[in-house]
């Protein structure tokens, strides 16, 4: 009798995973990041039907704090102020960083927080396993026309596995693995290590 008690908890739970609203896996997911991650990144920019460009890299988040690495580019900010570096130029272009942003390549701090009053938000796929949850932003002032979050449940944790950013028909397409990041330290913006490369200033 207990084990056929307990196979019906079991089957009651997994129905209640599948069936969590958008907000609950979004909740799920910024609970299980926490102010400290890490992600690999392959990157795919084209339209619905072509792929122009792939890049690969990875991206650190520690508070407010983050660094980028993307083929040839990499992006250092402390929260406020951004250094975006070509080295295939030898450029550093620095700037404020947009709070506004939630591109993940932007400001990777905001990337998945969907807050209510800027995002509709609906769970388009769901089961026990994962979600993919469709965001259409409230303000065209994002200049985003929709994303599609895909997420994967791992234990007690949900993770994103991909992103894909709709602007107005050109897409960027960002596919998510998760990195230990308790072996990685957060790089951060060292003037000296760009001395020979042109600085161009927004600030």
Same mark, same amino acid.
């Given at each position: 009798m207990?084990?056929?008690f !307990? $196979?019906? =908890?079991? %089957?009651f739970?997994v +129905?209640n %995973? &599948?069936?969590?609203s958008?907000?609950?896996?979004? /909740?799920?997911?910024?609970?299980? @990041? +926490?102010?400290? *991650?890490? #992600?690999?990144?392959?990157v795919?920019?084209?339209?619905?039907?072509s792929?122009?460009?792939?890049?690969?890299?990875?991206?650190m988040?520690?508070?407010?704090? *983050?660094y980028?690495?993307? +083929?040839v #580019?990499?992006? *250092? $900010?402390?929260?406020?102020?951004?250094?975006e570096?070509?080295n295939e130029?030898?450029? =550093?272009?620095?700037?404020?960083?947009?709070l506004?942003?939630?591109? @993940?390549? $932007?400001?990777?701090?905001?990337?998945? &927080?969907?807050?209510?009053?800027?995002?509709?938000a609906?769970?388009?796929?769901?089961s $026990?396993?994962g979600?993919?949850?469709s965001?259409?932003?409230k303000?065209?002032?994002?200049?985003?026309?929709?994303? @599609?979050l895909?997420?994967?449940?791992? +234990?007690?944790?949900? =993770?994103?596995?991909?992103?894909?950013?709709?602007?107005?028909?050109? !897409?960027?397409?960002?596919?998510l693995? #998760? %990195?230990?990041?308790?072996d990685?330290?957060l790089?951060k913006?060292?003037? /000296?290590?760009?001395r020979?490369?042109?600085?161009v200033s927004?600030l």
């Amino acid at each position: 009798m207990r084990k056929i008690f !307990l $196979s019906i =908890v079991a %089957l009651f739970a997994v +129905g209640n %995973l &599948s069936a969590q609203s958008a907000e609950e896996w979004l /909740t799920d997911l910024n609970e299980s @990041l +926490g102010e400290r *991650y890490a #992600m690999d990144l392959f990157v795919e920019v084209g339209a619905v039907d072509s792929v122009d460009d792939q890049l690969s890299g990875y991206f650190m988040v520690e508070g407010d704090g *983050y660094y980028i690495s993307l +083929g040839v #580019m990499e992006v *250092y $900010s402390d929260g406020k102020l951004r250094y975006e570096i070509n080295n295939e130029r030898k450029e =550093v272009v620095e700037d404020r960083v947009n709070l506004e942003s939630v591109d @993940l390549l $932007s400001n990777p701090t905001r990337a998945f &927080s969907f807050l209510p009053e800027e995002f509709s938000a609906k769970v388009l796929k769901s089961s $026990s396993t994962g979600a993919v949850v469709s965001l259409v932003p409230k303000s065209d002032d994002l200049g985003i026309t929709a994303i @599609l979050l895909n997420l994967e449940r791992k +234990g007690s944790k949900v =993770v994103p596995s991909k992103l894909s950013y709709d602007y107005d028909g050109d !897409l960027v397409t960002i596919t998510l693995t #998760m %990195l230990d990041a308790s072996d990685l330290a957060l790089r951060k913006w060292d003037k /000296t290590a760009y001395r020979a490369y042109d600085i161009v200033s927004f600030l």
